[in-house]
């Protein structure tokens, strides 16, 4: 039936819920409200297998569940992921649970409505009945995603925008968000400062910022915050792109002052404050650090908004303290993590890390040594990222802050700089990891200075006019050291002067196949943010035909490439 009819007598709804008096409310709600045929499930695995033999309009679902492992946001989660949820079906999740942090996890799954109890009949039918009608006005819209027409979708929406057609202003959010996740930022600038143009509004101007910053402009996207900031200085989002801007530029003191506004706006925030005190941790206020993340772990540590790097941070300040109890704790709760993941490696590899420090607590020398060894072993593999470079680089720290000696440590640490300096501000984040140890920060530095240096003598052949001598010179020291700026550089070079480049085709193939192989279009920094939940600060959720390129997970795990 057409969803945008205001009668539900043809509709079929599907309400879950294991309070069988909560249930019950429900049913008679829909039913009073003409809801043609509604079946009833008190157990999420049963809702599922209702939801594979047959189609629902509307499906209602408790959030949480007695004597139940998962929550009706797994088991949304789960119908996204597997296509079992037509893009037509209203999903609306009903609890009592109204922390901001559970709010807010909700809102990254593209949620059609989410109620909290309790609430009335005339709300309940009033959010189905407006989603069905903003499905069916933005039918074409998001067809075209779900068959993963991204470029088609984008330009419907932009049509939709001109031609202010019921739901335009939506419209024109869906379509710059698309445009962003597709790399075409310029775009979703233009379309974003054109909302503005229109129609002031809060998000749009957010949305300009997150344009300027996804290009590589913090320094113009700091400007457009200050002004959105001052003029908005409740817009919490706006505080978290801010913070994300500043540490781009390497101002880590602005960038935790403004993180500690939006914890201080939003205090039960799992995401914000992770991102507080992974900041704090980096910027040299370790105290403070500790306390953000042990609250951060108390109150979210099943969230799908949780960063498990924080245990790790944990760990180390565990050992620093020598806290032997806590540094387990650590552990017990990433091999919880661990256990919970499926099909993804990363919280085994922070594990490792946290299995070294405990190795170094209980005075199991030779164990370190041989777990630090086999980390430096894949310094050079694909896989091997930002966030693993400071985990090791702060074990090796450690271990000579024991006087444990690792004789091949300094070549562990030059390799380690040449490859992730990329940027002034990286390269003093991963210097933070050696705080304790200056001929390691001093090292770090020196590889900054030779990474600079080895771009500047190959871009200068460019400027002599001999632009093919500065990619193979680029190509050739992107390979030793893997380094993202370098091989980037490249990149750019290739396409600035494709036709002064007589081997251009060959060129540019190795440079691809290194651009590809170490994901070094992977260039933003992210503190505390998890890249599978879907929604960027100020951004909006998409539904599931929605793909975005894949990020590497967590703290810092993206920063592979050039920094700003």
Same mark, same amino acid.
């Given at each position: 039936?057409?969803?945008?009819?205001?009668?539900?007598?043809?509709?079929?709804?599907?309400?879950?819920?294991?309070?069988?008096?909560?249930?019950?409310?429900?049913?008679?709600?829909?039913?009073?409200?003409?809801?043609?045929?509604?079946?009833?499930?008190?157990?999420?695995?049963?809702?599922?297998?209702?939801?594979?033999?047959?189609?629902?309009?509307?499906?209602?679902?408790?959030?949480?569940?007695? &004597?139940?492992?998962?929550?009706?946001?797994?088991?949304?989660?789960?119908?996204?992921?597997?296509?079992?949820?037509?893009?037509?079906?209203?999903?609306?999740?009903?609890?009592?649970?109204?922390?901001?942090?559970?709010?807010?996890?909700?809102?990254?799954?593209?949620?059609?409505? =989410?109620?909290?109890?309790?609430?009335?009949?005339?709300?309940?039918?009033?959010?189905? &009945?407006?989603?069905?009608?903003?499905?069916?006005?933005?039918?074409?819209?998001?067809?075209?995603?779900?068959?993963?027409?991204?470029?088609?979708? +984008?330009?419907?929406?932009?049509?939709?925008?001109?031609?202010?057609?019921?739901?335009?202003?939506?419209?024109?959010?869906?379509? %710059?968000?698309?445009?962003?996740?597709?790399?075409?930022?310029?775009?979703?600038?233009?379309?974003?400062?054109?909302?503005?143009?229109?129609?002031?509004?809060?998000? %749009?101007?957010?949305?300009?910022?997150?344009?300027?910053?996804?290009?590589?402009?913090?320094?113009?996207?700091?400007?457009?915050?200050?002004?959105?900031?001052?003029?908005?200085?409740? =817009?919490?989002?706006?505080?978290?792109?801010?913070?994300?801007?500043?540490?781009?530029?390497?101002?880590?003191?602005?960038?935790?002052?403004?993180?500690?506004?939006?914890?201080?706006?939003?205090?039960?925030?799992?995401?914000?404050?992770?991102?507080?005190?992974?900041?704090?941790?980096?910027?040299?206020?370790?105290?403070?650090?500790?306390?953000?993340?042990?609250?951060? #772990?108390?109150?979210?540590?099943?969230?799908?908004?949780?960063?498990?790097?924080?245990?790790?941070?944990?760990?180390?300040?565990?050992?620093?303290?020598?806290?032997?109890? +806590?540094?387990?704790?650590?552990?017990?709760?990433?091999?919880?993590?661990?256990?919970?993941?499926?099909?993804?490696?990363?919280?085994?590899?922070?594990?490792?890390?946290?299995?070294?420090?405990?190795?170094?607590?209980?005075?199991?020398?030779?164990?370190?040594?041989?777990?630090?060894?086999?980390?430096?072993?894949?310094?050079?593999?694909? +896989?091997?990222?930002?966030?693993?470079?400071?985990?090791?680089?702060?074990?090796?720290?450690?271990?000579?802050?024991? /006087?444990?000696?690792?004789?091949?440590?300094?070549?562990?640490?030059?390799?380690?700089?040449?490859?992730?300096? #990329?940027?002034?501000?990286?390269?003093?984040?991963?210097?933070?990891?050696?705080?304790?140890?200056?001929?390691?920060?001093?090292?770090?530095?020196?590889?900054?200075?030779?990474?600079?240096?080895?771009?500047?003598?190959?871009? /200068?052949?460019?400027?002599?006019?001999?632009?093919?001598?500065?990619?193979?010179?680029?190509?050739?020291?992107?390979?030793?050291?893997?380094?993202?700026?370098?091989?980037?550089? %490249?990149?750019?070079?290739?396409?600035?002067?494709?036709?002064?480049?007589?081997?251009?085709?060959?060129?540019?193939?190795?440079?691809?196949?290194?651009?590809?192989?170490?994901?070094?279009?992977?260039?933003?920094?992210?503190? $505390?943010?998890?890249?599978?939940?879907?929604?960027?600060?100020?951004?909006?959720?998409?539904?599931?035909?929605?793909?975005?390129?894949? &990020?590497?997970?967590?703290?810092?795990?993206?920063?592979? %490439?050039? $920094?700003?």
């Amino acid at each position: 039936m057409d969803p945008a009819a205001n009668d539900l007598f043809d509709a079929r709804a599907l309400v879950i819920d294991g309070n069988r008096q909560s249930r019950s409310i429900i049913v008679n709600q829909l039913r009073d409200a003409g809801v043609g045929t509604i079946v009833q499930c008190a157990r999420l695995i049963d809702a599922r297998t209702k939801l594979e033999m047959g189609t629902y309009d509307v499906v209602i679902s408790e959030q949480y569940f007695e &004597r139940e492992d998962i929550t009706g946001q797994d088991l949304l989660d789960d119908l996204r992921r597997n296509q079992l949820l037509p893009f037509f079906t209203v999903f609306v999740m009903v609890t009592s649970e109204s922390s901001y942090s559970k709010v807010a996890e909700a809102a990254e799954s593209a949620l059609d409505a =989410y109620l909290l109890k309790p609430h009335t009949a005339a709300g309940l039918v009033e959010r189905i &009945r407006q989603a069905r009608d903003r499905k069916s006005v933005l039918r074409e819209i998001f067809t075209a995603i779900e068959a993963e027409q991204f470029d088609e979708a +984008g330009e419907l929406c932009k049509q939709h925008f001109a031609a202010r057609k019921p739901y335009w202003l939506y419209a024109a959010r869906i379509g %710059a968000e698309l445009m962003l996740r597709n790399g075409k930022m310029s775009d979703a600038e233009k379309l974003y400062e054109a909302v503005v143009e229109a129609k002031t509004l809060p998000w %749009a101007k957010l949305g300009v910022a997150r344009a300027q910053l996804e290009a590589g402009y913090p320094q113009r996207a700091t400007t457009t915050l200050e002004s959105l900031i001052e003029t908005e200085p409740g =817009y919490t989002d706006a505080y978290d792109i801010m913070g994300r801007a500043q540490f781009e530029l390497g101002n880590f003191k602005s960038a935790l002052a403004t993180f500690k506004m939006s914890t201080q706006l939003t205090p039960s925030s799992v995401n914000r404050l992770l991102k507080h005190g992974m900041m704090a941790w980096y910027a040299g206020e370790r105290d403070e650090g500790v306390e953000l993340l042990d609250r951060a #772990t108390r109150i979210g540590l099943d969230s799908k908004l949780y960063d498990p790097q924080a245990l790790v941070l944990l760990a180390f300040a565990r050992l620093d303290n020598n806290d032997a109890r +806590g540094l387990q704790r650590c552990r017990d709760h990433l091999e919880h993590l661990r256990d919970k993941a499926i099909n993804n490696g990363r919280p085994q590899r922070l594990l490792d890390v946290v299995e070294a420090l405990l190795a170094i607590q209980d005075y199991q020398t030779a164990r370190a040594l041989e777990e630090v060894r086999r980390m430096a072993k894949t310094i050079h593999q694909p +896989g091997f990222d930002f966030e693993s470079a400071c985990n090791l680089l702060a074990l090796m720290t450690r271990l000579a802050m024991r /006087s444990i000696q690792l004789y091949e440590v300094d070549a562990a640490v030059d390799t380690l700089g040449l490859r992730f300096c #990329t940027s002034r501000a990286l390269t003093e984040l991963l210097a933070c990891a050696a705080v304790g140890r200056s001929e390691f920060s001093n090292r770090i530095h020196n590889a900054h200075t030779q990474i600079l240096k080895m771009t500047e003598q190959a871009m /200068s052949l460019s400027l002599k006019g001999d632009p093919q001598a500065a990619v193979v010179r680029l190509l050739e020291e992107g390979g030793n050291t893997l380094n993202a700026k370098i091989i980037e550089s %490249a990149h750019l070079v290739l396409q600035r002067y494709e036709a002064r480049i007589p081997e251009h085709g060959e060129l540019k193939a190795q440079a691809q196949l290194l651009r590809e192989r170490y994901r070094t279009t992977d260039i933003h920094a992210g503190l $505390g943010e998890q890249s599978h939940t879907g929604r960027a600060a100020g951004g909006m959720s998409l539904p599931s035909g929605d793909k975005p390129p894949v &990020r590497q997970e967590g703290l810092l795990a993206s920063v592979n %490439a050039v $920094g700003s």
